[in-house]
């Protein structure tokens, strides 16, 4: 059946098939425009777990999402599609694996041990950051071997140190872009608790890449003295725009949309978002890792995200990060989805891949 008898024959106003894709689409990847590169990974957590999780429990909800967007409502169309390579098999037992080797790390460094003074936990740290090393190589050549397909491929995390392999493989292909990157934290610590690809050193990581120009940091709410030092160091190449300054811009007036208009502006012509899932209010994402007072809605996102689409600039990619489905619900996995589904209709409307007229009532 080819993928126009497909579109034909498939009701978008029942349940997703369960068994076919993510969102229930009855695509294969090669009928699909847009590729979701699952990495669930979660090896350098240090406090709540559960991010490794996060493409199965996104993928499970997506079925039960309407896929009458009323942005884009002739997204399904084009067909969304989630790698089930080995990434998702063998790389998360890995992270398992390596994720309780880190943790006596992890309690040494808190009871105020030198890990260098222990010969078994600086070992132990050594392999994990070589497996993590690995693991993004990983990540860099799958995502290169969709693209080399001309798909527009996005990375589904995992906790936030998964996008680096994802970066690299952009910066393969493009020589100037800027990320756009959404979050309660700066993530600009350098090789945080000894591990150099930490998730709370995903930025600082990225702007070792030169083709990385510029990082906009939008919603942050809790950093260190060595970010700052960072954001110092590298000023002319991070912008940021904490939580308690665009709020108090707003109690003075100033609009969502005019802060929205000066997040753009700072981006290059190019961008990739970045999304960890914690920088929405905590209501959204009770059980991500590292959860923190204040934040975004989901529609204040969506909005920045839309209008970034129609500003002029390209978006390249974009990565949705740090999903931690609950014990007892599925509500972490639910809005997982939802935002995937409105980023993806972000980056096909922003490439021109055809969307349809937004539904007015």
Wanted: charged share 25%; aromatic share 10%.
């Amino acid at each position: 059946m080819t993928k126009e008898e497909k579109i034909k024959n498939f009701d978008p106003s029942q349940p997703g098939l369960a068994d076919a894709s993510i969102f229930g689409l009855p695509f294969t990847a090669e009928e699909s425009e847009i590729i979701v590169v699952p990495a669930p990974w979660e090896v350098t957590v240090s406090y709540g777990a559960g991010a490794s999780d996060g493409p199965e429990a996104i993928l499970e909800a997506s079925y039960q999402v309407d896929l009458l967007h009323q942005e884009f409502p002739g997204l399904w169309k084009l067909g969304i599609y989630m790698d089930n390579s080995g990434l998702t098999t063998e790389w998360a037992e890995k992270s398992r694996k390596h994720k309780a080797l880190a943790q006596p790390i992890i309690t040494a460094l808190e009871a105020g041990r030198k890990v260098e003074e222990d010969a078994t936990l600086k070992e132990d740290l050594d392999t994990i950051n070589e497996v993590c090393g690995q693991f993004h190589n990983a990540v860099q050549q799958r995502v290169e071997f969709w693209m080399e397909k001309g798909k527009k491929v996005v990375l589904l995390g995992g906790d936030h140190s998964t996008p680096l392999g994802y970066y690299r493989a952009l910066a393969r292909k493009h020589n100037d872009f800027g990320i756009l990157h959404l979050d309660a934290h700066m993530d600009l610590r350098i090789a945080y608790e000894g591990f150099t690809y930490s998730h709370a050193s995903i930025m600082y990581n990225a702007l070792q890449l030169p083709q990385i120009s510029k990082i906009v940091q939008v919603g942050i709410r809790d950093f260190s003295e060595q970010e700052v030092e960072v954001v110092e160091q590298y000023k002319n190449r991070v912008k940021v725009f904490t939580d308690r300054d665009l709020k108090a811009e707003t109690f003075e007036g100033v609009t969502w949309k005019q802060q929205c208009d000066n997040i753009i502006n700072a981006l290059p012509q190019k961008v990739c978002i970045s999304f960890d899932i914690d920088g929405m209010y905590p209501w959204y994402c009770p059980n991500t890792g590292t959860p923190v007072p204040g934040g975004f809605s989901f529609e204040q996102a969506s909005y920045l995200f839309s209008k970034l689409a129609a500003s002029g600039k390209e978006i390249i990619g974009f990565d949705l990060v740090e999903v931690a489905p609950g014990e007892n619900d599925d509500w972490d996995g639910n809005v997982g989805a939802r935002m995937l589904f409105h980023m993806c209709g972000v980056i096909a409307k922003n490439n021109g891949l055809g969307v349809g007229e937004e539904v007015k009532f």
